[in-house]
């Protein structure tokens, strides 16, 4: 699997999963002479790999000192403004044109590589004279199922799952802002309901479309991550399951890394009616689930 760390390793060709674990790089012997005088010698591992067929393989293969792909540098940046820079190399790794690198950089500047992942190129169906899923010709969707979604190093964590069949793509931008949300927030109970299809489509939701819109759950006092019919918190019958404080910095956060709208429903304590930070106005068929639209076009940096 794709997943932390694994730019140090090169994928043997035909291959579509793998599993090595590449030595600490302070541990390479450098040749002594010749050519190479002073490089380090790259070591062959073995691998385990299963083809594209379903075939196991065996193969040697070389832990690569470097790769060049598109890389998207999320920053905290501040209180309430993320950044995220796209960082295109002049020149990418054969084997890497479609694939997308994010690294985290946290609040005292330390950096946390979250992963390289493929992406799936499709046509963009839905060109609007507003823009609003992107007027670009190509979308690039990533399968959240393939994202490593329980994450912890050093101090830093996140967990996440994916509650729905088929809508279970981003994009390759909402994928970066995604993680800007999750590594500012740290919660370990974040429950995707969807995005959209494999295609872009997000039927029976109409506005899922390119992987910029989604729904989550709302998240429970009791922290429990939650999968499956029936497992989300209603708002509307139990309001006294909502972590009221969490769930407004969630939405604070998903505001801070580029969506400007979201829907939802209201919530009632002792009597009293309130809103959730956005949400203005009960949305039929939210009250179980927040929906995150209209996302920024212009949020990510691009850096040649
Ligand atoms: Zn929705």
């Not at 999320?74 to 890497?96: C, D, R, V």
């Not at 959240?144 to 793509?169: G, H, I, P, T």
């Not at 709208?261 to 304590?269: D, H, P």
Request: net charge positive.
């Amino acid at each position: 699997m794709p997943g932390p760390e694994s730019e140090e390793k090169k994928v043997p060709d035909n291959c579509v999963k793998y599993d090595i674990c590449p030595p600490k790089k302070d541990t390479f012997q450098k040749y002594e002479d010749g050519a190479n005088k002073g490089k380090k010698i790259l070591p062959k591992l073995k691998a385990t790999a299963i083809s594209k067929s379903g075939e196991k393989i065996e193969k040697s293969i070389i832990v690569e000192d470097k790769v060049d792909c598109v890389t998207y540098h999320i920053y905290w940046n501040t209180e309430t403004e993320g950044k995220i820079e796209k960082h295109i190399p002049k020149e990418i790794t054969k084997g890497y044109e479609n694939k997308y690198q994010y690294i985290y950089h946290d609040k005292e500047n330390n950096e946390y590589k979250l992963g390289i992942y493929s992406a799936t190129k499709i046509k963009n169906n839905y060109i609007r004279a507003d823009g609003k899923y992107s007027k670009e010709p190509n979308i690039y969707l990533i399968n959240l199922n393939d994202v490593v979604q329980n994450y912890s190093k050093n101090n830093l964590k996140y967990r996440f799952n994916v509650d729905s069949k088929e809508r279970s793509f981003m994009n390759r931008d909402t994928l970066a802002s995604f993680f800007g949300a999750l590594l500012d927030a740290q919660y370990e109970d974040i429950s995707c309901n969807g995005f959209s299809k494999k295609d872009g489509s997000s039927s029976p939701s109409v506005s899922h479309l390119n992987g910029y819109h989604g729904d989550f759950k709302y998240l429970r006092k009791d922290k429990t991550l939650q999968k499956g019919d029936g497992t989300s918190l209603n708002i509307r019958y139990n309001p006294e399951l909502l972590d009221v404080d969490r769930q407004n910095k969630w939405i604070d956060l998903l505001t801070k890394y580029g969506w400007t709208s979201f829907l939802g429903w209201s919530y009632k304590l002792n009597g009293q009616t309130y809103y959730l930070h956005k949400i203005y106005k009960n949305t039929p068929n939210h009250d179980h689930h927040l929906h995150v639209q209209n996302y920024k076009m212009n949020f990510i940096k691009e850096i040649k």
